[in-house]
């Protein structure tokens, strides 16, 4: 039985993409494995430190979305970063050992600091980023690490700073391996990645009335206009989601290459699958976030039991490190 960890970061409700993303493997990996799945509020400070009113809330939002979807507390330990005070420790040792070089070619930093200009990025922090995650990886011995595509380099970043740590103090950090998820592409309702910044998504536990307004604008094929007009459906984001949602999708495929079916049509049938799945979600998750002492009961159990594994672990660094 291997140990896994992953997190996200605080900065609102989760969506779709999420969920086909990430959650819906973190929930298989319960069964499976040790789990520590982490609201990585830290995290959020290194792009977000001028504003940390919303982080809280967001950390209550978000664990209620994990539990909504079928993460069980009972199973996995939830919790959040900054309540598990080793993590800014073992943070330090290895920003001792880490090369400036390693970071400044990490191609997340180049991209984000190219990509994001309506914040100041220039802060030590937010260089730091990748020292973080693996100070949170390793502070638990994971073996498996769930991440997207986007956070490879940090996991092999991890690997470096582990060996090197390894090298220098005797062999103390476990070498982490990423687990992929088997991304079904989840596309925004523009088409695009869907993303909170985009203002393309749909949320876990979205309304009936918000999810009927969501299709309604879902960018199909412009091609298609009447509804025996011959469309593409690969391009089309209503097909993506058929693709998901809908067992008889290569029927629908052909159906709409021949113009048997309008797009009118199409998404109403969507909409109804969709609202199918998102409705004991919707439900779910109400009486979740009604219920904030149980959230924070979860949170407070989950850091607790893993301060138990993070001061294991910063014991045997110290020792290491002959403090
Ligand atoms: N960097 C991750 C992201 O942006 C979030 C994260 C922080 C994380 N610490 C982690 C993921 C540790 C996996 C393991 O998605
Ligand atoms: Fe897209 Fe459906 Fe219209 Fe085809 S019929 S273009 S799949 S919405």
């Not at 950390?59 to 800014?88: C, R, Y």
């Not at 980023?129 to 690490?145: F, Q």
């Not at 979740?288 to 002492?293: E, F, G, N």
């Amino acid at each position: 039985m291997g140990r896994v960890l992953s997190g996200i970061r605080p900065t609102g409700r989760l969506h779709l993409g999420h969920y086909f993303g990430a959650l819906r493997n973190w929930v298989e990996f319960q069964n499976e494995c040790e789990c520590y799945y982490m609201s990585a509020d830290w995290h959020a400070l290194t792009t977000d430190y001028a504003d940390t009113s919303k982080l809280d809330e967001n950390t209550l939002e978000m664990v209620a979305d994990w539990i909504t979807v079928g993460i069980d507390p009972e199973k996995s330990v939830l919790f959040k970063q900054s309540k598990v005070l080793q993590h800014s420790e073992l943070f330090l040792v290895l920003s001792m050992i880490t090369p400036l070089s390693w970071l400044q070619r990490c191609p997340t930093y180049k991209e984000q600091i190219n990509e994001i200009k309506n914040k100041d990025l220039n802060n030590y922090g937010f260089l730091g980023y990748p020292i973080l995650m693996s100070a949170d990886i390793l502070l638990y011995k994971a073996d498996i690490v769930p991440v997207g595509k986007d956070q490879l380099s940090h996991l092999e970043l991890t690997r470096e700073i582990a060996r090197r740590f390894n090298n220098f103090y005797g062999n103390i950090l476990v070498e982490p391996q990423e687990k992929l998820t088997k991304a079904a592409r989840v596309p925004g309702l523009d088409g695009r990645k869907m993303s909170k910044s985009y203002g393309n998504s749909i949320l876990l536990g979205e309304s009936d009335d918000i999810l009927k307004d969501k299709v309604k604008n879902m960018f199909t094929d412009p091609l298609k206009i009447k509804k025996d007009d011959s469309g593409h459906p690969h391009g089309c984001v209503v097909f993506a989601f058929h693709e998901i949602f809908n067992k008889e999708c290569k029927k629908r495929e052909k159906e709409c290459e021949v113009g048997a079916i309008g797009c009118v049509a199409c998404k109403k049938q969507l909409m109804e699958m969709l609202s199918e799945f998102m409705k004991p979600l919707t439900e779910k998750r109400k009486d979740l976030i009604a219920d904030k002492a149980y959230l924070e009961n979860v949170i407070d159990t989950g850091s607790q039991k893993a301060v138990e594994i993070a001061q294991e672990t910063m014991r045997e660094v110290r020792r290491a490190l002959k403090f």
